[in-house]
């Protein structure tokens, strides 16, 4: 990214603040006009064709339906890689879930910013079989190694 502008890494920090805030708008004012979601990559129930969430009305319709029904979204990062205008990131994110569930993903999320200092695309490497379910509060919960 362009000197003086946020990193790619900022702007994800700032992306699973704005997700974790259930901030819809500054969720969305983070994304580029034609950015790109995967989350998970490839088909899922949150994608049955698999080719991702592309612009802006698409990227919306995904938080409505994704983001915006779970009570609460905790992102617990582990690693993180920044290479250029990318950066992967590598932890868990933790889901309150309608009716007090309680989920955890773990996986590898990587963005790439442009040069205007939005995100261009953000990707996530996870799979549906490998949650975590939990009815017990994710901070009450031992960690796993």
Not at 24 to 35: P, T, V
């Amino acid at each position: 990214m362009a000197s003086g502008v946020l990193t790619v890494r900022d702007l994800a920090r700032r992306s699973q603040a704005a997700a974790g805030a259930k901030d819809r708008e500054g969720w969305l004012g983070l994304f580029a006009d034609d950015a790109i979601v995967e989350d998970p990559i490839g088909p899922s129930p949150l994608d049955p064709d698999g080719r991702g969430h592309r612009g802006s009305a698409a990227i919306a319709t995904f938080y409505d339906t994704v983001i915006g029904r779970v009570e609460g979204m905790r992102f617990e990062i582990e690693r993180s890689y920044l290479c250029g205008d990318e950066v992967a990131d590598v932890g868990s994110i933790h889901l309150t879930l309608p009716g007090g569930h309680h989920s955890e993903v773990r996986g590898v999320f990587t963005y790439r910013g442009d040069r205007n200092g939005k995100i261009a695309a953000l990707r996530a490497y996870w799979e549906f079989g490998n949650i975590i379910q939990s009815t017990d509060s994710p901070d009450r919960r031992t960690p796993s190694t």
